[in-house]
Structures are given as structure tokens and as C-alpha cells.
């Protein structure tokens, strides 16, 4: 769209738990024989790098290299209040709410997830550093996240 048409439209943005979101990360593009190889986060190209280890190679190199990394704040095209904020662990209502809007119905949520990290899961098992690195890596996420969660 052009930048006036962008202006005028009906903006959705979905947000994900930063913790979660950052344990996934590391499941997903950390455990991954391609990503091992390229970056050797563990020190040799062929060792799973540990959740700190993630973390702090993201945080002193690589935090912009791959936008699955960045903050989900800097993707977002303009002022967070401009966009209607959902949270992906309540995305079915917020998808009824947004296509009821947007296109006046609303047929269901498929799921096929292809690929799951445990994240949640994980994110019970994450050390006090390992805590702290996410926290200083995704500060305005968590803010951000925080504050819309508490007003939904």
C-alpha cells in the first residue's frame, strides 16, 4: 500500500510472550544444523549452543542478523497505538474480533503447526541469567507486552 493508504487502513498486530518467544528462538534457530554450523554460538560447528549461550552471542553479535531475533517493538510499523494489539496465547478471539472487522465474518481458527520448540514449556527450566539476558534483549517487549496484557 502507499503510505497514505497504509495511514488510512485498519492495523492488526499480534504479540507473543518475549520469554516465550525468545526460548522458541533459540529451540528453533539455535538447534538447527544449518544455524550451528554458521555460527557456533557453543565454540565448534557441530554443538547445540545452551540457552545463555544463545543469548549472549545474540546480544554481543548477531542481535540484528535474522529478524526472527529482534524485538517484535522494532517490527512494527509505526505507533503500537495505531494497531489493534492481540496476544498469541488469545489469538482466537482477537482473530474473530479482527476478521469481523475487517472483512465482517469469521470462519475459524486452523491450526497446522508444523514445527513446535516446547517453548513454554522451557520457559519454567530458564536460569536467573539466562532470565536476565532475555530481559535485557527484549526490555521494551516485555513492557510493551505487559502493559497491553493487563489492559485486555
Excluded at 129 to 142: C, N, V
Amino acid at each position: 500500500p502507499s503510505a497514505r493508504e497504509f495511514e488510512n487502513a485498519y492495523k492488526f498486530v499480534v504479540l507473543r510472550e518475549p520469554v516465550v518467544r525468545a526460548v522458541s528462538a533459540w529451540r528453533n534457530k539455535g538447534h538447527s544444523k544449518v544455524f550451528i554450523r554458521k555460527h557456533r554460538y557453543a565454540g565448534d560447528d557441530s554443538t547445540v549452543p545452551t540457552l545463555e549461550q544463545f543469548l549472549t552471542a545474540l546480544r554481543d553479535n548477531d542481535y540484528f542478523q535474522n529478524a526472527h531475533f529482534l524485538p517484535q517493538t522494532d517490527m512494527i510499523p509505526g505507533p503500537l497505538d495505531d494497531f489493534e494489539v492481540g496476544m498469541l496465547d488469545q489469538l482466537e478471539p482477537f482473530l474473530e474480533k479482527v476478521c469481523t472487522k475487517a472483512i465482517g465474518n469469521y470462519g475459524g481458527l486452523k491450526s497446522d503447526r508444523k514445527v513446535a520448540t516446547d517453548a513454554r514449556k522451557r520457559v519454567l527450566e530458564i536460569s536467573d541469567r539466562e532470565r536476565a539476558l532475555i530481559e535485557e534483549l527484549y526490555a521494551k517487549d516485555i513492557q510493551v507486552y505487559e502493559n497491553y496484557r493487563n489492559t485486555n
